[in-house]
């Protein structure tokens, strides 16, 4: 069987895309991204006082989509787990998850059935290292931010701590949704995501007041996507490419006056 024209360009682009995210994601990254997540790895062992037995649940957001929060949480999660650590990946940003494309599955059953009441075992194999088990978000609920900040999901945190060293929270942005903000009580730190050419000043400063409000524990901001080979017109280069507008209201079911003059600023 032979592939001409459209179908040919789609097998090239999916072998493209594919490359393009196994490079970034665990094993397959360069020595000085497997560097500095190992560095960040070695920072939030020793920012997070022992629990007497139980594990560390750490939660990482930004103030703002695509700033690489989830590749964020998924290699540090991988690189935790290759150094011994048995170590849980929840996929929490159940209005747009993408750990789940960005591993490459689409489990239905996970976290939001878990929320709503529904018995069975959502933990799954990452595929990255034997050592890293995933919790999908499951099928997208039309509550996020209610189910999140119940106590089911406190004694969900609670029941993983016991039984892995390391909990990896996958979480919305802090200026789009609430869900980071009622989750962080449950937390025991958070870690936030800038990217290069794409965070404002104006939206890390309210991110993190609104964190400081909520009086979550802060465990630092990780400074994402700088390449020292990009020019100084790198930054509306990246909005021009990728949409930064659009993808930004689409985290909103409606979308208000207020943010959408935040988004011209």
């Known amino acids: 069987m ?5 179908e040919m360009n789609f097998f090239k682009k999916k072998q493209e895309e594919d490359k393009k995210r196994a490079a970034v994601l665990g094993r397959f990254l360069d020595f000085a991204s497997k560097e500095a997540y190992n560095l960040l790895r070695t920072n939030i062992l020793f920012s997070i006082a022992d629990k007497q037995g139980k594990g560390k649940v750490i939660g990482i957001t930004s103030s703002i989509p695509h700033e690489g929060k989830s590749y964020t949480a998924i290699n540090l999660a991988y690189s935790l787990a290759k150094e011994g650590h048995k170590t849980l990946l929840i996929s929490a940003d159940m209005r747009k998850p993408s750990i789940e494309n960005t591993i490459g599955i689409k489990p239905k059953f996970g976290l939001s059935s878990i929320l709503v009441g ?3 075992d959502a933990v799954i194999p990452s595929g990255l290292h034997d050592n890293l088990m995933l919790l999908p978000a499951g099928i997208i609920p039309p509550n996020p931010s209610e189910l999140l900040g119940t106590e089911r999901m406190k004694d969900l945190l609670d029941k993983c701590a016991e039984e892995y060293p390391y909990v990896i929270v996958d979480l919305p942005p802090v200026n789009v949704v609430a869900d980071a903000l009622v989750v962080s009580k449950f937390l025991d730190g958070i870690v936030v995501i800038v990217r290069h050419g794409m965070t404002r000043r104006k939206e890390l400063v309210e991110a993190i007041k609104k964190l400081k409000y909520v009086q979550a524990h802060i465990l630092g901001i990780v400074y994402n996507g700088y390449n020292h080979g990009r020019g100084k017109n790198y930054k509306g280069s990246y909005y021009k490419k990728y949409g930064y507008k659009k993808h ?8 208000s006056k207020e943010n959408k003059n935040k988004e011209n600023k």
């Not at 930004?248 to 979308?255: E, G, L």
């Open 118 to 120: 529904e018995e069975g």
């Open 2 to 6: 032979k592939l001409f024209g459209k």
């Open 248 to 255: 930004y209201s689409s985290y909103y079911y409606k979308d």
